[in-house]
């Protein structure tokens, strides 16, 4: 049984009745929200396989785990993936349908490094950059690195535009050997 090949059906199911319902945004956002606190919470899978929890409580869970959320087709689709007995793949299937999303709606994960907090405008240029050289819509992800001394780094697709001060001094110290 290839629980990859399971989860990539479940969360195509998912996705198209949330399209379906015109609530893809909403479950995209639960779905993410579930993706990142399996990850952030390594118990909770554990916790999510544990035969001596009922349905109800594995329910409780998981809906805690995606915010509390209102949207009701992610909580009908909890209530199924339970009833199923898929509890356990559901770290995988919240993956797939975020892949899946992602990939109908031509979003691109980009993640900015700087060596300071960036204004506005600036991130807005930067995010109408990748837009242009993507052709889609960017998801920006930033955070401040002061080990990079000045400059930034930018991640994006399988691009990496490292314009850090730390990389310069780096290289001028490799050419200096």
Do not use: H
Not at 2 to 26: C, F, H, M, T
């Amino acid at each position: 049984m290839d629980l990859g090949l399971i989860s990539v059906r479940y969360a195509r199911a998912l996705l198209k009745a949330s399209n379906q319902e015109k609530q893809s945004e909403q479950v995209y956002a639960d779905m993410q929200t579930l993706a990142a606190e399996y990850i952030n919470v390594p118990e909770l899978s554990v916790t999510i396989a544990n035969p001596m929890l009922s349905e109800e409580q594995k329910e409780t869970l998981l809906i805690a785990a995606t915010g509390s959320t209102k949207c009701d087709l992610t909580r009908r689709f909890i209530q199924l993936v339970l009833k199923e007995g898929r509890a356990g793949i559901m770290q995988f299937i919240a993956n797939s349908f975020v892949t899946q999303y992602r990939e109908q709606n031509n979003l691109i994960q980009a993640k900015l490094s700087t060596a300071a907090a960036l204004s506005p405008e600036t991130e807005s240029k930067l995010r109408k950059l990748v837009e242009s050289k993507t052709n889609g819509k960017v998801e920006f992800t930033t955070s401040v690195d002061e080990d990079l001394i000045g400059g930034f780094v930018l991640e994006y697709d399988t691009y990496r535009l490292d314009a850090s001060v730390k990389r310069q001094l780096s290289t001028i110290l490799s050419n200096l050997k």
